[in-house]
C-alpha cells in the first residue's frame, strides 16, 4: 500500500464529506464560502481557521487510522476541502483561497503531524504514534498494519530510526560525543483505557487511547538495558540493524512481543484518594505566598512514596495510569505495585517510573509517571498519615534533579533486575 | 442566501442589537495600530446564543464561538488591533478562555480586514465555487520544476498493477512506466461501492470517484488508482514482496468475509 503512494505522480485527497458518495467539492457539488463574510461600515469579517489546513485536520478523512499513511507516504497531494483546493508536497504549500495570510510548509498547523516533517528523530518519531493514537481505527488488529509503512520510512533515513511494535528507537544525531541509543517508551495516557490484548502493553499500540510522548525517551544506559528478539534470540538493542516487525513466522512475532529489560526494579503503594478525602484532608498548616493553600488535590489512585528523613511523611502524585490498578486485593485500601525505574534523556537525573502488574512469567505495564514533571505539575502534597487522619504537611517544591539519592529514598531500594516486559 | 443579504451595514439600527451599537467600530479602525488596541466582548456563558440572528455582529462573533463553545465554558472575546499594516488586514477576533487558573488564547477564527480600501481584499480570496484545474497544474509543475525530492520515490515499475484508465472509463493493468494518481477517501456508508469485475466498464461508481476519475482528466493525466478496484488481483503483489496485510486494508478482508454486514 505505501509502495503505491509513494510512487503516485499525485494523490487525491477526500478531505470532505463522511464517505465516498460525497463527491469532491468544487467538481461534484459547489464549494461553501465560509460560514461568514460580512461589511460593517468600513470593515470586512470573513470566517476564517486558525490555519488554513484546519479544515483537513478536522475532516473525517483525518480522523480514520488508515488514512494517516496514505497521506503521509504521498509525495504530492492535492486536499479537496468544502471552501478550498490545497496542494502540500514534500515541500511547499499551495491554496487557492487566502484569508488572512499565506500558508506556509513549516507553519501547518495540526496537519505537520500527518506529513513528514524534518526535525530532531525524536519529535516526528513519537509525533507520529500520538497522531495515529488520536484516530479512529475500525478494527483493533490494524493497529500496526496501519503505520508501518510510515515507520518504514524512518528506517531509510540518514539517522535510521527502527520500530519494535511501533515502539521507535535509534541513535539520538545530536548529541555530543558518543551517541546515546534512545527508545520511546516515555509516552502515557490522559486516562485509562482499553488494553488491545494483540499487541504489547509497552507499545501505544496495546492500548486504545491517545498516547502522549514526554519530550525525552528513555536512554540506554548502565542502568537500563532493552534486549529484543530477532530471529531466533535476545540481542541488545544496539545490535539491531533493521525494523523488527520483519520476522513473519509466528513463533517469532509472539516472541517479540516481549522486551527484556534490565532496569532497577521496586515497588510503591498505590491508595486511593476519593473526592471526600480530598476535600477534608486538613491543609491548615500549609501557606503559600502568605495565603491559606486552597487547592484540592486531585482524587483517584496516587503514587505514595515515602520522603524526608524520617519516614513518615509521604510524596502523593497521581500518576498516569494505562489502567487503573485493582484495589480490592490490597488491605485497608492500599497495595504495592511493582515498577521499573527508568533514566530519561542523556545526561538529565530525570527518572520515569513504569508502573506495573505481574503476569507470572512476565509484567505488562499500567502506568507511567516522569517524577521529576510530576513533581513540577502540582498533582501532588507531602501529608501526614496519622492512623488515617490525612495532614497535608506542606508542598512538595519544585524538584530540579532526582538521582540515586532519591530513589533509593522514594522507592524501597530497588534493585537492579532483569524482566520481561510482555 | 447570496452574499448580497449578508452585507448588512451597521447602520441599519434595526439589525443591530443594543448591545453590539455600542460598539464603537470606528474608533477601533482608527486606533493608532502601533498601539495594542481591541476590543473586548465578554462572553460568559458560551453555550447561550449571543442574541437574536438578525444582528451581524452576534452572528460573527457566534461563530467564532461556535468553533470552541463545546471545549470552553466561558471566554472572552478580544479583537486585536495588527501592528503595522499586514496589506489591509486590520485584526482578528480572539479568545481568551481560562482553566485551571491559567489564561490562554486562541488564535484567529475571524479576520477582519478593510474591505473598502482594498476590496476585494489581495489577501482575502475566497475559492471559486468550482476548481480552477488550471491553477493546480501549475502548482504541479512548479513542484516538478523545483522540487526533486518530491519526485515519485519508487523509481521501479509496479508489475501489474490494475489502475482506471480514465479515458475509456475500465480497469485495466497498468501500462510499463505507468503514470499514475492515488486517490484517499473515506468509504463510509456509500451505497455503490461494490468492486466490479476486473475487466468491467464502471459506469456506476460512488461520486467521489466519479469526481476523481474526472479531476485526474482535467489535470492531463490518465490513470488513476483506488484500492476498490484492485483488491482481486492479489497475486501481483506477491512479485513486489509486499506482504498480504500491507496492500490491502484488512478491514476490507472482513467486508469480503461478511457481505451482509453494512460498511463500517
Same mark, same amino acid.
Given at each position: 500500500?505505501?509502495?503505491?503512494?509513494?510512487?503516485?505522480?499525485?494523490?487525491?485527497?477526500?478531505? #470532505?464529506?463522511?464517505?465516498?458518495?460525497?463527491?469532491?467539492?468544487?467538481?461534484?457539488?459547489? &464549494?461553501?464560502?465560509?460560514?461568514?463574510?460580512?461589511? @460593517?461600515?468600513?470593515?470586512?469579517?470573513?470566517?476564517?481557521?486558525?490555519?488554513?489546513?484546519?479544515?483537513?485536520?478536522?475532516?473525517? =478523512?483525518?480522523?480514520?487510522?488508515?488514512?494517516?499513511?496514505?497521506? $503521509?507516504?504521498?509525495?504530492?497531494?492535492?486536499?479537496?476541502?468544502?471552501?478550498?483546493?490545497?496542494?502540500?508536497?514534500?515541500?511547499?504549500?499551495?491554496?487557492?483561497?487566502?484569508?488572512?495570510?499565506?500558508?506556509?510548509?513549516?507553519?501547518?498547523?495540526?496537519?505537520?503531524?500527518?506529513?513528514?516533517?524534518?526535525?530532531?528523530?525524536?519529535?516526528?518519531?513519537?509525533?507520529?504514534?500520538?497522531? $495515529?493514537?488520536?484516530?479512529?481505527?475500525?478494527?483493533?488488529?490494524?493497529?500496526?498494519?496501519?503505520?508501518?509503512?510510515?515507520?518504514?520510512?524512518?528506517?531509510?533515513?540518514?539517522?535510521?530510526?527502527?520500530?519494535?511494535?511501533?515502539?521507535?528507537?535509534?541513535?539520538?544525531?545530536?548529541?555530543?560525543?558518543?551517541?546515546?541509543? #534512545?527508545?520511546?517508551?516515555?509516552?502515557? +495516557?490522559?486516562?485509562?483505557?482499553?488494553?488491545?490484548?494483540?499487541?504489547?502493553?509497552?507499545? /501505544?499500540?496495546?492500548?486504545?487511547?491517545?498516547?502522549?510522548?514526554?519530550?525525552?525517551?528513555?536512554?540506554?544506559?548502565?542502568?537500563?538495558?532493552?534486549?529484543?528478539?530477532?530471529?531466533?534470540?535476545?540481542?541488545?538493542?544496539?545490535?539491531?540493524?533493521?525494523?523488527?516487525?520483519?520476522?513473519?513466522?509466528?513463533?517469532?512475532?509472539?516472541?517479540?512481543?516481549?522486551?527484556?529489560?534490565?532496569?532497577?526494579?521496586?515497588?510503591?503503594?498505590?491508595? $486511593?484518594?476519593?473526592?471526600?478525602?480530598?476535600?477534608?484532608?486538613?491543609?491548615?498548616?500549609?501557606?503559600?505566598?502568605?495565603?491559606?493553600?486552597?487547592?484540592?488535590?486531585?482524587?483517584?489512585?496516587?503514587?505514595?512514596?515515602? %520522603?524526608?528523613?524520617?519516614?513518615?511523611?509521604?510524596?502523593?502524585?497521581?500518576? &498516569? =495510569?494505562?489502567?487503573?490498578?485493582?484495589?480490592?486485593?490490597?488491605?485497608?485500601?492500599? @497495595?504495592?505495585? /511493582?515498577?521499573?525505574?527508568?533514566?530519561?534523556?542523556?545526561?538529565?537525573?530525570?527518572?520515569?517510573?513504569?508502573?506495573?502488574?505481574?503476569?507470572?512469567? +512476565?509484567?505488562?505495564?499500567?502506568?507511567?509517571?516522569?517524577?521529576?514533571?510530576?513533581?513540577?505539575?502540582?498533582?501532588?502534597?507531602?501529608?501526614?498519615?496519622?492512623?488515617?487522619?490525612?495532614?497535608?504537611?506542606?508542598?512538595?517544591?519544585?524538584?530540579?534533579?532526582?538521582?540515586?539519592?532519591? @530513589?533509593? &529514598?522514594?522507592?524501597?531500594? /530497588?534493585?537492579?533486575?532483569?524482566?520481561?516486559?510482555? | 442566501?447570496?452574499?448580497?443579504?449578508?452585507?448588512?451595514?451597521?447602520?441599519?439600527?434595526?439589525?443591530?442589537?443594543? &448591545?453590539?451599537?455600542?460598539?464603537?467600530?470606528?474608533?477601533?479602525?482608527? %486606533?493608532?495600530?502601533?498601539?495594542?488596541?481591541?476590543?473586548?466582548?465578554?462572553?460568559?456563558?458560551?453555550?447561550?446564543?449571543?442574541?437574536?440572528? +438578525?444582528?451581524?455582529?452576534?452572528?460573527?462573533?457566534?461563530?467564532?464561538?461556535?468553533?470552541?463553545?463545546?471545549?470552553?465554558?466561558?471566554?472572552?472575546? !478580544?479583537?486585536?488591533?495588527?501592528?503595522?499594516?499586514?496589506?489591509?488586514?486590520?485584526?482578528?477576533?480572539?479568545?481568551?478562555?481560562?482553566?485551571?487558573?491559567?489564561?490562554?488564547?486562541?488564535? /484567529?477564527?475571524?479576520?477582519?480586514?478593510?474591505?473598502?480600501?482594498?476590496?476585494?481584499?489581495?489577501?482575502?480570496?475566497?475559492?471559486?465555487?468550482?476548481?480552477?484545474?488550471?491553477?493546480?497544474?501549475? =502548482?504541479?509543475?512548479?513542484?516538478?520544476?523545483?522540487?526533486?525530492?518530491?519526485?515519485?520515490?519508487?523509481?521501479?515499475?509496479?508489475?501489474?498493477?490494475?489502475?482506471?484508465?480514465?479515458?475509456?472509463?475500465?480497469?485495466?493493468?497498468?501500462?510499463?512506466?505507468?503514470?499514475?494518481?492515488?486517490?484517499?477517501?473515506?468509504?463510509?456508508?456509500?451505497?455503490?461501492?461494490?468492486?466490479?469485475?476486473?475487466?468491467?466498464?464502471?459506469?456506476?461508481?460512488?461520486?467521489?470517484?466519479?469526481?476523481?476519475?474526472?479531476?485526474?482528466?482535467?489535470?492531463?493525466?490518465?490513470?488513476?488508482?483506488?484500492?476498490?478496484?484492485?483488491?482481486?488481483?492479489?497475486?501481483?503483489?506477491?512479485?513486489?514482496?509486499?506482504? =498480504? $496485510?500491507?496492500? !490491502?486494508?484488512?478491514?476490507?478482508?472482513?467486508?469480503?468475509?461478511?457481505?451482509?454486514?453494512?460498511?463500517?
Amino acid at each position: 500500500m505505501g509502495d503505491i503512494y509513494s510512487s503516485a505522480e499525485l494523490t487525491l485527497i477526500a478531505a #470532505a464529506g463522511a464517505n465516498s458518495a460525497y463527491g469532491l467539492p468544487g467538481i461534484g457539488r459547489d &464549494r461553501e464560502h465560509p460560514g461568514h463574510d460580512v461589511t @460593517i461600515g468600513r470593515l470586512r469579517f470573513v470566517t476564517s481557521y486558525e490555519w488554513d489546513t484546519d479544515e483537513i485536520y478536522r475532516s473525517i =478523512w483525518s480522523s480514520r487510522a488508515w488514512t494517516f499513511q496514505e497521506g $503521509y507516504i504521498s509525495r504530492r497531494r492535492l486536499y479537496f476541502t468544502d471552501t478550498r483546493l490545497i496542494y502540500i508536497c514534500d515541500k511547499e504549500v499551495y491554496c487557492d483561497a487566502e484569508i488572512g495570510s499565506k500558508t506556509l510548509w513549516y507553519d501547518l498547523g495540526n496537519l505537520c503531524r500527518s506529513l513528514p516533517v524534518k526535525g530532531s528523530w525524536e519529535y516526528p518519531a513519537t509525533s507520529i504514534l500520538e497522531e $495515529y493514537t488520536r484516530r479512529k481505527l475500525t478494527f483493533d488488529s490494524d493497529a500496526l498494519n496501519g503505520i508501518v509503512g510510515v515507520l518504514n520510512t524512518l528506517s531509510k533515513a540518514e539517522s535510521p530510526i527502527f520500530h519494535t511494535w511501533g515502539v521507535t528507537f535509534g541513535r539520538l544525531p545530536y548529541a555530543r560525543g558518543p551517541q546515546p541509543l #534512545a527508545i520511546a517508551l516515555s509516552w502515557f +495516557h490522559d486516562k485509562p483505557c482499553l488494553r488491545r490484548e494483540a499487541f504489547p502493553s509497552w507499545s /501505544p499500540l496495546g492500548w486504545e487511547g491517545v498516547a502522549n510522548f514526554e519530550y525525552r525517551s528513555p536512554v540506554i544506559s548502565s542502568s537500563f538495558q532493552v534486549n529484543v528478539w530477532e530471529k531466533n534470540k535476545y540481542i541488545e538493542l544496539s545490535q539491531v540493524k533493521q525494523d523488527l516487525h520483519q520476522q513473519i513466522d509466528a513463533e517469532s512475532v509472539e516472541k517479540s512481543r516481549y522486551l527484556g529489560i534490565t532496569a532497577k526494579l521496586s515497588w510503591v503503594e498505590v491508595r $486511593y484518594f476519593s473526592a471526600y478525602e480530598m476535600l477534608s484532608i486538613d491543609k491548615s498548616s500549609v501557606v503559600v505566598n502568605g495565603l491559606p493553600y486552597l487547592v484540592v488535590p486531585s482524587p483517584g489512585f496516587h503514587v505514595r512514596v515515602p %520522603t524526608g528523613d524520617n519516614g513518615e511523611v509521604y510524596a502523593s502524585m497521581l500518576p &498516569r =495510569w494505562d489502567s487503573e490498578p485493582d484495589l480490592s486485593l490490597g488491605i485497608l485500601g492500599m @497495595i504495592r505495585v /511493582p515498577c521499573a525505574l527508568i533514566p530519561e534523556g542523556g545526561e538529565s537525573t530525570s527518572i520515569a517510573v513504569m508502573m506495573l502488574r505481574n503476569h507470572g512469567t +512476565h509484567y505488562e505495564r499500567i502506568g507511567y509517571f516522569d517524577c521529576l514533571r510530576t513533581y513540577a505539575r502540582g498533582s501532588h502534597f507531602l501529608f501526614k498519615d496519622d492512623n488515617g487522619a490525612l495532614t497535608v504537611e506542606k508542598l512538595l517544591e519544585d524538584v530540579d534533579s532526582y538521582g540515586d539519592e532519591e @530513589i533509593t &529514598r522514594d522507592f524501597n531500594n /530497588p534493585e537492579m533486575q532483569t524482566f520481561l516486559l510482555g | 442566501m447570496g452574499n448580497e443579504t449578508e452585507r448588512l451595514s451597521i447602520d441599519d439600527e434595526t439589525h443591530t442589537c443594543e &448591545r453590539c451599537s455600542l460598539i464603537n467600530f470606528e474608533s477601533l479602525e482608527k %486606533t493608532e495600530p502601533a498601539i495594542r488596541a481591541y476590543l473586548l466582548v465578554e462572553v460568559q456563558d458560551l453555550s447561550q446564543p449571543l442574541t437574536d440572528r +438578525h444582528c451581524p455582529t452576534c452572528q460573527i462573533l457566534q461563530t467564532a464561538i461556535d468553533v470552541h463553545r463545546s471545549r470552553y465554558p466561558s471566554a472572552r472575546v !478580544y479583537w486585536y488591533r495588527t501592528s503595522g499594516s499586514m496589506l489591509g488586514l486590520l485584526g482578528w477576533i480572539t479568545f481568551e478562555y481560562s482553566m485551571g487558573g491559567a489564561s490562554y488564547l486562541l488564535k /484567529p477564527d475571524l479576520m477582519v480586514s478593510d474591505a473598502m480600501a482594498r476590496w476585494p481584499h489581495p489577501k482575502t480570496q475566497l475559492a471559486s465555487r468550482r476548481v480552477d484545474f488550471g491553477q493546480a497544474k501549475t =502548482w504541479i509543475d512548479a513542484c516538478k520544476e523545483s522540487h526533486p525530492g518530491c519526485t515519485a520515490r519508487c523509481p521501479r515499475v509496479l508489475e501489474s498493477l490494475r489502475v482506471i484508465d480514465c479515458v475509456t472509463r475500465s480497469v485495466i493493468s497498468a501500462p510499463e512506466d505507468c503514470v499514475y494518481i492515488a486517490l484517499s477517501y473515506v468509504w463510509g456508508k456509500s451505497k455503490t461501492c461494490d468492486a466490479p469485475n476486473s475487466s468491467a466498464v464502471l459506469d456506476q461508481v460512488p461520486l467521489s470517484i466519479d469526481n476523481s476519475i474526472e479531476a485526474t482528466l482535467m489535470l492531463g493525466y490518465r490513470y488513476l488508482w483506488v484500492d476498490k478496484y484492485v483488491r482481486w488481483s492479489g497475486a501481483v503483489f506477491d512479485r513486489l514482496r509486499l506482504t =498480504w $496485510y500491507l496492500v !490491502y486494508r484488512p478491514s476490507e478482508r472482513c467486508r469480503q468475509a461478511q457481505p451482509d454486514k453494512p460498511d463500517g
